[in-house]
């Protein structure tokens, strides 16, 4: 089995807390030249590379630009920074609740993404925290969706990321989210939820299907309320995407401002940040794999539908709606 090339570091430094783009030259299909293959490869038209190029916006190893007619090279790579898209800022907190020199938790707010990816690039996560503290080596051990707030894991040192990120994959991290969502005197909990999830690239929505079970969730009821409303814990035993999500749409209770499941709704404006959806990543709990210690961090944020639903929704809540 051939082994991977270790990826040079990057000859350019990062804007805003945002990495530049680094594109390798697959092996086995040559161009005659980079700039052809960066022509097909980015969809960007030719007058957009070929000015990048001009300009020396695209640099290989060394940090130098890199002409038009420069051979192409299986295996080579070149760096260029991206034009940041416009983005809204988000107007809440990033709340840092631990630090060390291995590891930073985050209590991140709703609507905040944490890694860039898409629209979301220099707001998110990611990018601010490695402005605020100052830590350009700063990275993602797991994500949270955008639009679900709470406790996120970052690493300091490039070298401890896969240790930490060997937590997740192991399932060796213990995972408590609480939601909002409507009461069913029917549905009998706690219970554990399982089914197949398959989320389809470039789909928005994740979906069940039939197939061996690659979703598993516990869900209890913590209170309810004489509105209709509830409040759940949920605890996610494996990592589908929208996992959670996914289940208490199926089990007839969606979460509130779900703008997914069970129906997708029509986007929101960029700067709609009303109704965030009431799921909250509560508790995480696990053994540093780098120090040996015992990390159990509590989220302080509370879901505004079950401290005042009238402030987070506008109106009394209807559980007929």
């Not at 554990?192 to 929505?205: F, L, Q």
């Amino acid at each position: 089995m051939r082994r991977r090339r270790p990826v040079p570091p990057s000859p350019l430094p990062q804007r805003d807390g945002v990495d530049p783009v680094r594109v390798r030259l697959p092996q086995g299909t040559a161009w005659a030249t980079v700039r052809d293959h960066l022509v097909e490869r980015l969809a960007a038209g030719p007058g957009v590379i070929d000015g990048m190029l001009d300009a020396g916006l695209i640099v290989d190893v060394e940090g130098r630009p890199v002409p038009r007619d420069t051979a192409y090279v299986p295996g080579m790579c070149v760096w260029f920074h991206r034009d940041l898209p416009h983005e809204v800022p988000v107007p809440f907190a990033l709340e840092v609740v631990y630090r060390d020199e291995h590891l930073v938790v985050v209590d991140k707010p709703h609507f905040l993404a944490t890694t860039p990816r898409g629209s979301h690039v220099a707001e998110t996560a990611l990018a601010r925290l490695r402005r605020e503290l100052g830590l350009p080596t700063l990275s993602a051990a797991h994500r949270l969706d955008r639009l679900t707030a709470g406790l996120v894991l970052f690493t300091v040192r490039p070298g401890e990321r896969g240790a930490y990120q060997s937590l997740f994959r192991d399932r060796l991290v213990t995972k408590e989210y609480e939601a909002v969502a409507p009461y069913d005197p029917a549905l009998a909990l706690p219970r554990t939820v399982r089914s197949r999830i398959v989320k389809e690239r470039g789909v928005m929505a994740a979906h069940e299907a039939d197939g061996e079970p690659n979703a598993v969730s516990e869900v209890e009821l913590l209170r309810r309320r004489d509105d209709g409303l509830a409040r759940y814990r949920l605890t996610p035993r494996t990592g589908q995407t929208h996992q959670l999500r996914v289940h208490m749409a199926t089990l007839g209770v969606p979460i509130l401002g779900e703008p997914l499941y069970p129906e997708v709704r029509g986007p929101a404006p960029a700067d709609d940040f009303s109704r965030p959806l009431q799921l909250l990543a509560r508790v995480l709990e696990f053994t540093d794999p780098v120090t040996g210690r015992e990390h159990r961090f509590v989220s302080g944020r509370v879901l505004q539908a079950w401290a005042s639903y009238e402030e987070w929704a506008g109106t009394p809540y209807d559980a007929r709606a």
